[in-house]
T-cell receptor, first 109, second 112 residues
Framework: KQEVTQIPAALSVPEGENLVLNCSFT??????LQWFRQDPGKGLTSLLL?????REQTSGRLNASLDKSSGRSTLYIAASQPGDSATYLC????????FGAGTRLTVKP | DAEITQSPRHKITETGRQVTLACHQT?????MFWYRQDLGHGLRLIHY???????NKGEVSDGYSVSRSNTEDLPLTLESAASSQTSVYFC???????????FGPGTRLTVL
């Protein structure tokens, strides 16, 4: 059974810092991996999708990497801003999508 | 603009009652999904559908059912609500293949 783990569960940083969120999964036979953002009381918004054949994806200040062999992905956020405060979830897709529990990020002004 | 909506946004019900949560999407997506989100568990898949009249069980399907009579809607029914089904429920849709899933705003269900 695919297990997805995100560490840390919560993270607080001052504005302007670069930061890394981690995601690990137990079964490397995945179709893709996605990073989502969730604001309080809202649904999920897809940030980046990495296909199994890809190593990374970039969108603005966000960069996500994928290492299937080690079962790891990282989400790098450059020059963090208070508006980045949210919960970030990673999900891997095999036959269905399995989510981690998320990392709650707070960026302090 | 295309969107995915859920109703109601909040629902309080009693143990043993039947409850139906609505999900409607205007993306014309073939694939639709229902998840529940609980503290410490992330999102877990309940049921999903790849097209009209197609339904499949997910990781936590016991006590839930769905039916797909058209492309736009996938209602989720709790046959006999239990306190363990208190959760936030999210509906999602996708075009399939490598497309991402688009999520609705969620329904917070409380079973007393």
């Amino acid at each position: 059974k695919q297990e997805v783990t995100q560490i840390p569960a919560a993270l607080s940083v001052p504005e302007g810092e670069n930061l890394v969120l981690n995601c690990s999964f137990t079964d490397s036979a995945i179709y893709n991996l996605q990073w989502f953002r969730q604001d309080p009381g809202k649904g999920l918004t897809s940030l980046l999708l990495i296909q199994s054949s890809q190593r990374e994806q970039t969108s603005g200040r966000l960069n996500a990497s994928l290492d299937k062999s080690s079962g790891r992905s990282t989400l790098y956020i450059a020059a963090s801003q208070p508006g980045d405060s949210a919960t970030y979830l990673c999900a891997v897709e095999v036959n269905d999508m399995r989510f981690g529990a998320g990392t709650r990020l707070t960026v302090k002004p | 603009d295309a969107e995915i909506t859920q109703s109601p946004r909040h629902k309080i019900t009693e143990t043993g009652r039947q409850v139906t949560l609505a999900c409607h999407q205007t993306w014309n997506h073939n694939n639709m999904f229902w998840y529940r989100q609980d503290l410490g568990h992330g999102l877990r898949l309940i049921h999903y559908s790849y097209g009209v009249h197609d339904t499949n069980k997910g990781e936590v399907s016991d006590g839930y059912s769905v039916s797909r009579s058209n492309t736009e809607d996938l209602p989720l029914t709790l046959e006999s609500a239990a306190s363990s089904q208190t959760s936030v429920y999210f509906c999602a849709s996708s075009a399939g293949g490598t497309d991402t899933q688009y999520f609705g705003p969620g329904t917070r269900l409380t079973v007393l």
